[in-house]
Every structure is written in structure tokens, then in C-alpha cells.
């Protein structure tokens, strides 16, 4: 049995954000913290006061996490980025929206008092009975407050109108001070023990840091406590909230699932019940759980069960199974021909997510070269005269101007050249399309023109529906949000890309003249698109007239070999004999595989060494000022001779590091030799940077992070975890769907014949 947080965030779009550049404008990013630990890194979204991310992203956490804030930034390309605001969601808060948060949460200013984080290791008691006595042993993970990048803390303890003070630890957000304080026991005992944590400055007043508040009357019932304890901000601060509103608004759904997943065969019959219907399909006379899941569902939970169905039914190798089941479902409903799979339906949902779980590496094989060519060349495509501005209207060569008309032709020609390119490179992709996509088509081919057997094409617009409107136009349209691009598009660039993605959705709804009666200056296009529709039918037939001689199930446990991330990292230079050490200071090509971490000097190039994956015990993040840069991480081994080794490596941004050590940790969490402690600094001269402890092999001073891992659609599936969350929607759907099968089976029942 294992306890998991898994934390789903959407970061829609903000508005009213203040200016902070000269232009009167704004280049907004997100920064979203988990407990003050960076986690995700928006795309900067240029010029604009009212930008639109849609990102998703979900956080594998451990159960004890306490908040997560996001901070809006506006980038500077010559200075630090400002602080725009900041929106901060308590676990409490989440727990009270079990379904998840949705909507808009004003920006608050950012307090410097109130961003405190870390811990405080003490230890208070009662002695003789009138003494108070309070050991202050360490602390971990300050917040950073000089410009070095770590703080000088010191402590104050106040009590009974007394206060007292530690000494000072210099540059260390892990001080050690293993100091104790006694104060005389004040009668009543109704007074409270404050421990302060401060940044001493030698100019300027202190930072705050964070307290820790203790009743001393129950303490005297206890006798003594001793523990970590979180730091908190000064609430007896009043704070003035008349910036509220002024920063802007950001829209986020937010959603905690507190998840206990229990063995895989303790969901059995649930799976064996699912795996036996889809198997046997639809039969007369009988209710089917797929049926009354697909009766009940509401819509705010049917993407989510989609997924999971998806998921789980791959894992079980009948995906093919459930979505012919799930086709031949929605086809028995009354539906017009021309609105086939346009709702959101469970059918419509689970192709979706299936083609996205199943399809993504296709899709950047497809799409790829030519949204890469749109961002590279950046050229001004516009075809509807009541967008082309006059800015956009202007000289073309020495003595000559353009007029409107001939910047919408020349923007015509990139457009018929990018949509040439691009339905080239998809007719040609039949080979490429994974083979259980390939099935599904193919079954869904067969069961529309078995229900449609006088409207023939309807066949062809079905799988369309799917590929071209579901799949292929919104990752043109948003490339970041299907990971071909890590950044936005520009406002030239997103409108190319819109127009893109409207002439695939019209060669997808196979009816050009649809597309044009709604806007008239698609006319030019009309050529290109009817050529464009009869190729998409040729391509659909050999699609789902390929012969498979293998189909697979979409997406099997990759072999060991199997590359889960590569990419160029910088290898900082330290002491050390591990296989990395002696390769310091320069970039290698890393590689990871479920065998091992392996480098070499460049991508192709003879690989130049390895670390197994069971010989590394942590993969962690390493603090600013070790190397003075915020996304360098570490990965600590065991080299051949059993010493323990540890490779500092940088990453170029906040997201390319969590994805690395996403990726790490979860090809090593259940390595029986995890650490769980380390030290977050580096062993220079005779001590840690972090802890200043002088035994080099001595205890970490904060603890790993091994939990904490982002979900991506490329990660193994995990069929317990898909039949858990199953099993808890159909708890929660227990009367309807009692209520549904009586209903249902009184209808199967009242069939003539």
C-alpha cells in the first residue's frame, strides 16, 4: 500500500496585470513553488498585460506538503525580473475543493516578511519546574536573503518579556548552533515561547526569517518537545492589503488527489469485470459497467476518466477492445451524420487522451519540421483585410510600396506553402502512425460505415474528427502546450500558426465551403484545400487498409535500452575520483536508459562512460551559491570501489532541471540504497558550503526529494494507480448508478422481439 499527492495544475491565462516596462506593457511568466521549492517555469508571454499560458502540468508530491504559491514575473532581458504578484493555495484550502479549484484568485504583493520557509530543529522543555529550557539544535532550507545567496542566521527567543539571542552563522540556510537558553517559568503559565530566525546584516535591519510559537502551559503537562518544526510568517504583522486587485487576476484550476494505492490484486475483480465486457462487446439483455459509466459520467469528470480508462486498458492490452466499445456505445444513440464525435462524449474524450498517451512522438515527427520553419522565418501571414494593419502596409524595395492587397497575397503564398509542406508530410505518414493507432482507426472506419452505410464519406470525417480537429490543428495552433516548442509563439507567429491550424480543421471537416461562407477571405485557399481533401481520403484509406502483421498495444514497457532523456549538461569541476569527476568543466551529451546514466562527448560520439542506475542514491537540486547558478543539480553514486561519489551538473533552466531529476527519480526511487538525507552545498577546503560540517562523509543536513516527480505522458503506466482512481469515481457514483442500471435494464427488458 502506498500514499501518493498528486497535485494537477492549469494555469489558464491572467488579465489587468500592471505595466513594468517602458512600453506600457508586460512580458509575464509563472514560477509555480511547492513549499518554496521552484518546481515549473511558465513560457514568457511577450508584450502583453493579458497573457494566455494553458499549460498543464501534474506534481507527484509527498502527502506532508503544506502550500504552493505562483508567482507572476514580468522577464527583463538587461536586469532581475520583477515581481509582478503572487497567488498562494494551502493544502487546507485544496482539501475543502475535493473536485478541485477552479477560477479567477486576485494577485497579492509579495511581502518579503511574509516569504519565509524552512525548518527549525528544537527542543523544549520543563525543568526543576520553574525553568524553561529551550535547545536550539539546526535549521534547514532558509530562505536565501543576501545577494550571495544564502543568509547569516541567527536566532531569538522571547519569552516573559525577556529575549535572548544566538550567535550568528555566516553565509549558511543550514545553520548548526546546538545552543541552549533557560528563562525563569512565569506564573501563571499562560505566557508563549517565541523562537525567531533572522538574517543579520551588517548594514540595513535584519530579515525576518520565520518563528515558531510554543504554548508553554501544555509543554509543563508534557514535560518537553522536541521535533522540526515549520517556520511561519509574523501574523501578529498587519498587513495592508491595498494592492489586492491592482496586480491582476490569474484563472487556475487547481485539483489535490490524496491517493492510498493499494496492490494491483486487490483491484482484480474490478479489472476482470472491466477487461471481461470489453472483451465480450455489447450483448442483448444485459447492463454493462462500461455502459452505466458511460451514461453517468458528467462532464467535469469524463477527461479524467477517459485517461484512466485509457491507461488502464493499455496496460492491459485491449485499448483496441474498449474504444470499438466504446464507438459502437455512441453510435447506438440517436446522432446526425454531420455531428459525429463532435461532443465531448466518454468515446470522444478517451480517443482524444488515447491519441495524446499513444501519439505524441508521431506528432512531432509530423508536425515538427514545418512549425519549426514558422518560428524561424516569422513571416507576416494575414489574409483577412480587416487584420492587415498599416504598419504591415510599407515599402518592399527602394522606390516601391505594397499595397494591402499584395501583402494578403504575398501572405497567401507562405500559407499555401507551409499547408503544402504540411499535408505532404502527412500523407506520407502512414508508415510512421504507431500501429495500434492505426487499429483504432481502422475499427472506427468500419463501425461508422456500418452505421452510416447512405453517407459514405461520413466514415472519413469521423477519423478526421479525431486527427486533424483533435489532434493535428491544436498542437499547431498551441505548439508549446504539445511539447514542440518550449517556448509561446509571438503575435506574427501565432496568427501564421492560427491560420494554420483553421486550413487543417477545414481539409478535416472535408467541406471547403463550409469554411468559406463563414470567412469569405479563405477564398484564395479554396484550391489548395479541395487538392488537400482528396489527398487526406487516400491517406485514410491506406491508413486503415495497412496490413499489420504485429499491431502492439500502443505503448509497452520500453526495453531497458530505451532512451528516457538525453540532452548536453555542464559538469562543474570538483574533487572527486568518479567516472564524471576527471571530465570536469565542459558540456557532455548525457543519456539515461533503465539501465544506466551514461555520457559521451558529443550526441552519436562513443559513449565515454556510465553509472548504473542501481548505484545511484540521489538525484537533488544544489543551492545557488555552490555554483552560482539556481538549476544545478546533483547526482550522488557509488563508484567501483564503493566510495560515494557526487556529480554536479547544470541544467540551462528551472524546467529542463526538474525534468531531469523527475526522470532520475523515478528510475531509482526503489533503489534499496536511496539516501535520505543530503547536503545540498559542495566539500570545498574543509567543510560543507551548506552546513559548514567538516566530515565530509558525514549525515546530510536536509533531507532527499525522492517523491517528488513530474507526470509526463511518456512515463510507464502504472495500472493500480488507473484502477484505484476508477474504483474511487464509481464510489462516488454508487446511487446513480444503481439508479441507472434498474433503468436501463427495464429498457433492455421492454425491447420488442
Known amino acids: 500500500m502506498a500514499r501518493r499527492s498528486a497535485l494537477s495544475i492549469r494555469i489558464v491565462e491572467g488579465k489587468n496585470l500592471p505595466a513594468k516596462d517602458i512600453t506600457g506593457s508586460s512580458d509575464p511568466y509563472c514560477?509555480?513553488?511547492?513549499?518554496?521549492?521552484?518546481?515549473?517555469?511558465?513560457?514568457?508571454?511577450?508584450?502583453?498585460?493579458?497573457?494566455?499560458?494553458?499549460?498543464?502540468?501534474?506534481?507527484?508530491?509527498?502527502?506532508?506538503?503544506?502550500?504552493?504559491?505562483?508567482?507572476?514575473?514580468?522577464?527583463?532581458?538587461?536586469?532581475?525580473d520583477d515581481v509582478i504578484g503572487k497567488v498562494c493555495i494551502t493544502r487546507d484550502m485544496l482539501a475543502e475543493h475535493p473536485k478541485g479549484y477552479s477560477g479567477w484568485m486576485s494577485l497579492s504583493e509579495v511581502d518579503p516578511?511574509?516569504?519565509?520557509?524552512?525548518?527549525?530543529?528544537?527542543?523544549?522543555?520543563?525543568?526543576?519546574?520553574?525553568?524553561?529550557?529551550?535547545?536550539?539544535?539546526?535549521?534547514?532550507?532558509?530562505?536565501?536573503?543576501?545577494?550571495?545567496?544564502?543568509?547569516?542566521?541567527?536566532?531569538?527567543?522571547?519569552?516573559?518579556g525577556k529575549t535572548q539571542e544566538s550567535t550568528v552563522v555566516k553565509k549558511s540556510?543550514?545553520?548548526?548552533?546546538?545552543?541552549?537558553?533557560?528563562?525563569?517559568?512565569?506564573?501563571?503559565?499562560?505566557?508563549?515561547?517565541?523562537?525567531?530566525?533572522?538574517?543579520?546584516?551588517?548594514?540595513?535591519?535584519?530579515?525576518?526569517?520565520?518563528?515558531?510559537?510554543?504554548?508553554?502551559?501544555?509543554?509543563?503537562?508534557?514535560?518537553?518537545?522536541?521535533?522540526?518544526?515549520?517556520?511561519?510568517?509574523?501574523?501578529?504583522?498587519?498587513?495592508?492589503?491595498?494592492?489586492?486587485?491592482?496586480?491582476?487576476?490569474?484563472?487556475?484550476?487547481?485539483?489535490?488527489?490524496?491517493?492510498?494505492?493499494?496492490?494491483?490484486?486487490?483491484?482484480?475483480?474490478?479489472?476482470?469485470?472491466?477487461?471481461?465486457?470489453?472483451?465480450?462487446?455489447?450483448?442483448?439483455?444485459?447492463?454493462?459497467?462500461?455502459?452505466?459509466?458511460?451514461?453517468?459520467?458528467?462532464?467535469?469528470?469524463?477527461?479524467?476518466?477517459?485517461?484512466s480508462l485509457v491507461k488502464l486498458f493499455l496496460g492491459q492490452g485491449l485499448v483496441k477492445e474498449l474504444l470499438d466499445l466504446l464507438f459502437e456505445l455512441e453510435l447506438a444513440k440517436p446522432c446526425e451524420p454531420n455531428t459525429l464525435f463532435r461532443s465531448n462524449s466518454l468515446a470522444s474524450k478517451s480517443m482524444e487522451s488515447f491519441l495524446k498517451v499513444t501519439g505524441l512522438p508521431y506528432l512531432h515527427a509530423v508536425l515538427g519540421p514545418t512549425i519549426n520553419r514558422v518560428f524561424e522565418e516569422k513571416k507576416l501571414v494575414e489574409l483577412d483585410p480587416g487584420k492587415v494593419e498599416t504598419k504591415d502596409v510599407g515599402c518592399s524595395g527602394l522606390h516601391r510600396v505594397q499595397t494591402e492587397g499584395e501583402v494578403i497575397?504575398?501572405?497567401?503564398?507562405?500559407?499555401?506553402?507551409?499547408?503544402?509542406?504540411?499535408?505532404?508530410?502527412?500523407?506520407?505518414?502512414?508508415?510512421?502512425?504507431?500501429?495500434?493507432?492505426?487499429?483504432?482507426?481502422?475499427?472506427?472506419?468500419?463501425?461508422?460505415?456500418?452505421?452510416?452505410?447512405?453517407?459514405?464519406?461520413?466514415?472519413?470525417?469521423?477519423?478526421?474528427?479525431?486527427?486533424?480537429?483533435?489532434?493535428?490543428?491544436?498542437?499547431?495552433?498551441?505548439?508549446?502546450?504539445?511539447?514542440?516548442?518550449?517556448?509561446?509563439?509571438?503575435?506574427?507567429?501565432?496568427r501564421t500558426l492560427l491560420l494554420l491550424a483553421k486550413a487543417i480543421q477545414m481539409v478535416g471537416n472535408m467541406e471547403p465551403a463550409a469554411g468559406r461562407a463563414k470567412e469569405l477571405w479563405l477564398a484564395p485557399l479554396l484550391p489548395t484545400l479541395q487538392q488537400g481533401i482528396a489527398r487526406m481520403k487516400d491517406f485514410i484509406t491506406r491508413l486503415v487498409e495497412m496490413e499489420e502483421e504485429e499491431e502492439g498495444e500502443g505503448r509497452p514497457l520500453p526495453p531497458p535500452s530505451a532512451v528516457l532523456k538525453e540532452g548536453l549538461l555542464f559538469v562543474h569541476k570538483t574533487r572527486g575520483k568518479g567516472p564524471l569527476l576527471s571530465a570536469a568543466s565542459k558540456k557532455l551529451h548525457f543519456c539515461l536508459t533503465g539501465e544506466s546514466l551514461s555520457f559521451s562527448k558529443s550526441p552519436g560520439a562513443e559513449q565515454s562512460g556510465a553509472i548504473a542506475l542501481p548505484d545511484i542514491l540521489a538525484a537533488e537540486k544544489v543551492e545557488e551559491k555552490s555554483f552560482g547558478s539556481s538549476h544545478v543539480m546533483q547526482v550522488v553514486y557509488m563508484d567501483a570501489g564503493g566510495q560515494q561519489e557526487t556529480a554536479y551538473l547544470q541544467c540551462k533552466c528551472v524546467n529542463e532541471l526538474n525534468q531531469w531529476l523527475s526522470a532520475l527519480r523515478k528510475v531509482c526511487g526503489n533503489n534499496p540504497r536511496v539516501l535520505r538525507a543530503y547536503h545540498p552545498g559542495v566539500f570545498r577546503g574543509d567543510k560543507w558550503?551548506?552546513?559548514?560540517?567538516?566530515?565530509?562523509?558525514?549525515?546530510?543536513?536536509?533531507?532527499?526529494?525522492?517523491?517528488?516527480?513530474?507526470?509526463?505522458?511518456?512515463?510507464?503506466?502504472?495500472?493500480?494507480?488507473?484502477?484505484?482512481?476508477?474504483?474511487?469515481?464509481?464510489q462516488g457514483l454508487r446511487e446513480a448508478l444503481r439508479e441507472k442500471y434498474w433503468e436501463l435494464l427495464e429498457d433492455t427488458q421492454n425491447k420488442p422481439g
Open 173 to 307: 540556510c543550514y545553520p548548526r548552533w546546538n545552543e541552549t537558553f533557560e528563562f525563569e517559568l512565569a506564573e501563571p503559565a499562560g505566557e508563549k515561547l517565541c523562537v525567531e530566525v533572522w538574517d543579520w546584516d551588517l548594514v540595513g535591519k535584519n530579515d525576518f526569517l520565520g518563528k515558531v510559537v510554543f504554548g508553554v502551559q501544555g509543554l509543563a503537562e508534557a514535560g518537553q518537545d522536541e521535533g522540526w518544526f515549520r517556520l511561519r510568517p509574523d501574523a501578529s504583522k498587519a498587513r495592508e492589503d491595498g494592492h489586492r486587485g491592482s496586480l491582476g487576476s490569474l484563472q487556475l484550476q487547481v485539483r489535490l488527489r490524496d491517493e492510498t494505492v493499494l496492490p494491483l490484486h486487490c483491484y482484480g475483480p474490478l479489472v476482470q469485470l472491466l477487461c471481461q465486457e470489453v472483451k465480450s462487446g455489447l450483448q442483448d439483455g444485459q447492463v454493462h459497467l462500461v455502459t452505466l459509466l458511460d451514461e453517468t459520467t458528467t462532464a467535469e469528470c469524463r477527461q479524467e476518466v477517459a485517461i
Open 689 to 730: 558550503s551548506c552546513c559548514h560540517q567538516r566530515d565530509r562523509t558525514g549525515p546530510g543536513c536536509d533531507r532527499t526529494r525522492h517523491g517528488v516527480t513530474l507526470q509526463d505522458w511518456s512515463d510507464p503506466m502504472d495500472p493500480a494507480v488507473e484502477a484505484q482512481r476508477l474504483f474511487h469515481h464509481l
Open 113 to 160: 516578511d511574509e516569504e519565509v520557509q524552512g525548518e527549525i530543529h528544537l527542543r523544549v522543555e520543563v525543568v526543576g519546574g520553574r525553568r524553561l529550557r529551550c535547545t536550539v539544535l539546526e535549521a534547514r532550507d532558509l530562505a536565501r536573503k543576501d545577494r550571495n545567496g544564502a543568509s547569516d542566521p541567527f536566532v531569538r527567543l522571547r519569552y516573559n
Open 409 to 494: 497575397e504575398q501572405g497567401r503564398q507562405h500559407l499555401q506553402s507551409y499547408l503544402e509542406e504540411l499535408l505532404d508530410a502527412i500523407v506520407r505518414s502512414a508508415p510512421m502512425c504507431p500501429p495500434v493507432i492505426r487499429a483504432a482507426f481502422r475499427l472506427l472506419f468500419q463501425r461508422v460505415g456500418e452505421r452510416f452505410p447512405q453517407h459514405q464519406h461520413i466514415k472519413f470525417v469521423a477519423v478526421t474528427s479525431f486527427l486533424c480537429l483533435r489532434f493535428f490543428s491544436p498542437a499547431i495552433m498551441t505548439p508549446k502546450l504539445f511539447h514542440l516548442r518550449d517556448a509561446h509563439a509571438d503575435a506574427r507567429t501565432s
Open 31 to 80: 514560477i509555480v513553488k511547492i513549499d518554496d521549492e521552484a518546481i515549473i517555469r511558465t513560457a514568457t508571454v511577450w508584450k502583453t498585460l493579458s497573457p494566455f499560458w494553458g499549460e498543464e502540468y501534474e506534481v507527484h508530491l509527498q502527502p506532508t506538503f503544506h502550500s504552493i504559491s505562483i508567482y507572476v514575473m514580468d522577464e527583463d532581458a538587461l536586469s532581475r
